[in-house]
């Protein structure tokens, strides 16, 4: 053991280095060049499993915000990248060596350029302080503490360490996080935004969150956030407001922005759902790609994920998913259902609007499931229906997933225009127009006034004002 501590003393000197933030020495076990080369490996998995948003006017607009604002950066000699992701979720991340992504689903709460300014100030804060450098080094050196107290007191010792380990990774963290706020308010008040831009931003993102909390209570589903730190609002965080407020006192403003051309800029943006990723309309679902339609109960809601479709009731006491895979051997429906389920029950032959396939029922995970597949060339759809208590009536919604399972078929000539995504326009508030009156016209698919409240940094309860430019959806 006194060796093992000699040698972890050994690896922390050699391994720390000057943070380009505060001066000081960090404990990093990768150089700058290899953090470089991480960044750019996990950059282009990213670009393999997520699309860029197909506008290039946008994506050059958003590049040439985030060089301005790196310029003013603690490492401005790097070459730093920002691509908008062609995704719905609520997100942005930085990865190592300057590959910042902003999701179109964010961009979408966003109401101004200088909130964009935020988000991306935000993000190459973490660069900057090389926030994930520093946390991979923590993890390694947890790794290497882990096989060592392994080796000295056994297995159970190291499944901690392990655990440890693990948590580092986990997020940021509230100081990274509060350090990535501030270095963020300091890089966009020396462009010339405001410092409370950061904090109109965590309003929005906590705003957000409260909105997640609520639906995902009512789905029996864990809430997602991008920020995630804040417990009460932004307002009521007093470390914040002393960060933002010595911004302005610190540093030398910018020069003042004469023209917001952000809301320009995301005109006629894709909101929510892709066209390759189907598009959800009430509780009708179309899919232009794969020529496909389905339709869940009135009080049920479709969930669109990006590696399946999820159909849940009004509460989320019953989920079925739909999943699209390849076909790899020459079978029947029936044996390759069996092949996954041998024990299925009641099981019968499907001949679904021209698709064949196969349903019954199997006990999987101690409860009663609807399983089913149809084939369509060399694809089957699979489907899985489950109710979340065990103590459930299965047969109280059996019939419902064999409703929807039923309900598969291509699209008719028609419905071609409902494959295609919803979009972002401007609108000038005129007078008796309410959230509720705007909502009634939108082509949101669920929870419509909320939604409108989000995006426009309203929520729950601002009311309009005649002649105000905001976002709704068509």
Known sequence: ???????????FLANCSVNPVTGKQDFVMISENQEIQMGREYNAQILKQ????????????VQSIGESLASKSHRPNLIYRFTVIDSPDINAFALPGGYIFINRGLMAYLSSEEELAAVLGHEIGHVTARHSVRQYSQSQLMGILSTAVEINAGRTAGNIANLASGALLSGYGRD??????????QYIFQEGYSPQ??????????????????????RG?????YHGVFASH????????????????????????EKDNYLNMIEGMVFGDSEQSGIRRGNEFFHGPLNLYMSSPNSWEIINTPNSLVFTSSSGEAQLQMTLEDLNFKESPRDYLMRFAPDIDEGKKLNIN????????????????????????????????????????FSNFDNEFLKIINSLRKLKANEEDFSKPLRLTSYTVKQLDTYES??????????????LRLINGDYPDKPLSIGRVIKIVQ
């Open 1 to 11: 053991m006194k060796h093992l501590i000699l040698s972890l003393i050994i690896i």
């Open 50 to 61: 997520s699309p860029r948003y197909q506008d290039q006017n946008l994506q050059e607009y």
């Open 176 to 185: 990274m996080e509060l350090e990535a706020d501030d270095l963020g308010a």
């Open 197 to 218: 831009g950061m904090f109109e931003v965590l309003s929005v993102l906590k705003d957000q969150e409260i909105y997640s909390k609520k639906v995902a209570e009512e």
């Open 221 to 225: 589903q864990e809430p997602r956030s």
């Open 234 to 257: 932004p307002s009521n965080d007093l470390r914040l407001q002393e960060v933002l407020n010595n911004v302005s006192v610190s540093f030398k403003e910018g020069k003042k922005k």
């Open 354 to 393: 021209g698709l064949v396939g196969y349903t019954g029922k199997s006990f999987r995970s101690g409860r009663m499931t609807r399983m089913a597949v149809l084939f369509k060339d060399d694809q089957v759809y699979q489907f899985i229906g489950v109710v979340k208590d065990r103590n459930s009536n």
């Open 438 to 451: 705007l909502a009634l016209k939108s082509s949101i698919h669920s929870n419509a006034e909320d939604q």
